[in-house]
């Protein structure tokens, strides 16, 4: 027939641009994930926020809006700017950028951390992304005690699913008593009423030692 050749050239056709796509994402990409946020790991210093015309072009791709929304995170969590105004503008760009990714590639669980981090500093409601942080997977040790950390300084302390969710967290922390003693400690004094109770309740239930320690502070 006729309009076979034709289609088949238009399928070569789109399966180049697909592939052109795919290469570019690839390279366009910066080498920093959301789980470098919370190892310590420094952002590239050269990487920048995707132009309007290759966000759009890269809409589908998941990995490449993730790790852009990484560094963009990054930087307001790191290099925040002087004025509340612009730090409010920033904070808010980031979280626009995180939740494009998620809503093409969900299963991120420190990419769904970065945004109830970014809620936590606007004052925005944490829970239903750190909800999702807890749903989609596992996180670092360092990213759990980050969580924990956002958990008991923030109203999500009183969510009984959060509650429970949030014993893991104090688990892997304990796991490594030597490295997160002090940062639990100083959690504790900072955090909520609600929070305070939370840290107690997961370190009785993982190691009443240190709860009993809590306790006196």
């Known amino acids: 027939m006729i309009w076979q050749p034709g289609l088949g050239a238009c399928v070569a056709a789109a399966l ?63 290099r925040p700017a002087l004025d509340a105004a ?55 040790p360092a990213a759990a005690f980050s969580r924990l950390q956002i958990v008991t300084s923030t109203s999500a302390a009183s969510d009984e699913q959060i509650r429970l969710l949030a014993q893991s967290d104090m688990r892997a922390a304990l796991a490594d008593r030597a490295r997160f003693e002090a940062p639990l400690v100083a959690a504790y004094v900072q955090a909520t009423p609600e929070g305070k109770s939370l840290l107690l309740e997961a370190s009785q239930l993982a190691d009443p030692k240190f709860s009993a320690m809590l306790r006196r502070y």
């Open 16 to 78: 180049m641009g697909f592939a052109g796509l795919s290469c570019y994402g690839e390279l366009a990409r910066p080498d920093f994930h959301a789980r470098d946020l919370f190892a310590g790991r420094p952002q590239p210093a050269a990487a920048s926020a995707p132009s309007a015309v290759s966000a759009w072009l890269m809409s589908w791709n998941g990995d490449f809006l993730a790790h852009h929304a990484a560094v963009q995170t990054g930087d307001v969590l790191n």
């Open 86 to 140: 612009t730090r409010s503008a920033d904070n808010k760009a980031a979280q626009q950028m995180l939740v494009s990714a998620l809503k093409i590639s969900p299963i991120r669980p420190a990419l769904w951390l970065s945004l109830g981090l970014l809620n936590s500093q606007m004052g925005d409601p944490v829970a239903p992304a750190l909800k999702m942080s807890y749903l989609t997977g596992s996180v670092s």
